[in-house]
């Protein structure tokens, strides 16, 4: 079992950069994947980005491939996703998450977010 806790998110103008942190604040994140999802108002929450369980392989989504960076620090039990060139479609609430798998439907443990706005 682990307990996911993000911070990090707040308001920045579009090109600007974020850096969002995800700590396991009961239990560890060593052995488990580790992924990045966000939900905008009004829409579903989608995949961003996901590591393997010792953060040889890396994923996004398409939209944010270039932009966004995700990387794991085990001694830190913290996982974190580095965005860059942020636009305005990037508002979302960002979630953390861990898994037995790098893959979407693998993630059973979610922080409980934290709000990322963009502005224009």
């Known amino acids: 079992q682990v307990q996911l806790v993000e911070s990090g998110g707040g308001l920045v103008q579009a090109g600007g950069s974020l850096r969002l942190s995800c700590t396991a604040s009961l239990g560890t994140i060593k052995s488990y994947a580790m992924g990045w999802f966000r939900q905008a108002p009004g829409k579903e929450r989608e995949f961003v980005a996901a590591?393997?369980?010792?953060?040889?392989?890396?994923y996004y989504k398409d939209a944010v491939k270039g932009r966004f960076t995700i990387s794991r620090d085990d001694a830190e039990n913290t996982v974190y996703l580095q965005m860059s060139n942020l636009k305005p479609e990037d508002t979302a609430v960002y979630y953390c998450?861990?898994?037995?798998?790098?893959?979407?439907?693998?993630?059973?443990?979610w922080g409980q977010g934290t709000l990322v706005t963009v502005s224009s």
């Open positions: 998450a861990a898994g037995p798998r790098p893959s979407p439907s693998y993630f059973e443990h």
């Open positions: 590591t393997n369980w010792n953060g040889a392989s890396t």
